[in-house]
């Protein structure tokens, strides 16, 4: 029988990152739930936009795998967890504790680095193809913030990890 050497208790993050990410082919699935973990975000939450692939609403246990694999990799003992929502309705519904931005890419004048970021922080990144213009006008009626990534057109993949990355660094540099 296995005993263990030690146990180390970690409290719980004072800064949360919510990502809901639409739908997307699974062919980059396992690097984006990989860089979610690296990045430690608090939740991982997948919704069907208007533009995303056909949509299977159904937590892979290949992407638990994948999750904890990450965790031991970078060190993270807080696993995010993973929901896959109905709609963009049921993301809007809940969160009113967060800050509430969305990677826009027709946002024109606000950049991610020049807006106050608080310590919640509840990201919502639309599909390849951009949000349908009722998306983005209902995430705005809800309260969301659009924001700027630059001028590129990014994948979805690429404004995950750019968006991610900075608000990681942020809150990092602010604990």
């Given at each position: 029988?296995l005993?263990?050497?030690?146990?180390?208790?970690?409290?719980?993050?004072?800064?949360?990152?919510?990502?809901?990410?639409?739908?997307?082919?699974?062919?980059?699935?396992?690097?984006?739930?990989?860089?979610?973990?690296?990045?430690k975000?608090?939740?991982?939450?997948?919704?069907?936009?208007?533009?995303?692939?056909?949509?299977?609403?159904?937590?892979?246990?290949?992407?638990?795998?994948?999750?904890?694999?990450?965790?031991?990799?970078?060190?993270?003992?807080?696993?995010?967890?993973?929901?896959?929502?109905?709609?963009?309705?049921?993301?809007?519904n809940?969160?009113?504790?967060?800050?509430?931005?969305?990677?826009?890419?027709?946002?024109?004048?606000?950049?991610?680095?020049?807006?106050?970021?608080?310590?919640?922080?509840?990201?919502?990144?639309?599909?390849?193809?951009?949000?349908?213009?009722?998306?983005?006008?209902?995430?705005?009626?809800?309260?969301?913030?659009?924001?700027?990534?630059?001028?590129?057109?990014?994948?979805?993949?690429?404004?995950?990890?750019?968006?991610?990355?900075?608000?990681?660094?942020?809150?990092?540099?602010?604990?």
């Open positions: 029988m005993e263990p050497l030690s146990i180390t208790q970690h409290p719980e993050p004072e800064n949360k990152i919510k990502v809901a990410l639409a739908w997307q082919r699974a062919k980059n699935r396992d690097f984006i739930l990989e860089k979610c973990v690296e990045l975000c608090w939740e991982i939450l997948f919704w069907p936009a208007k533009f995303s692939p056909p949509f299977t609403p159904k937590i892979k246990e290949s992407w638990l795998k994948k999750i904890i694999n990450a965790g031991k990799q970078c060190q993270n003992p807080w696993l995010p967890q993973i929901k896959i929502l109905n709609s963009l309705e049921e993301l809007t809940s969160n009113s504790e967060y800050q509430k931005l969305f990677f826009w890419e027709k946002e024109e004048k606000r950049l991610l680095t020049k807006i106050s970021l608080k310590k919640n922080i509840l990201i919502v990144i639309g599909p390849e193809g951009g949000f349908a213009e009722q998306e983005s006008t209902y995430l705005k009626q809800k309260g969301f913030t659009s924001v700027s990534l630059g001028s590129s057109t990014l994948r979805l993949e690429t404004a995950m990890l750019i968006g991610i990355g900075y608000i990681y660094l942020f809150l990092e540099s602010s604990t």
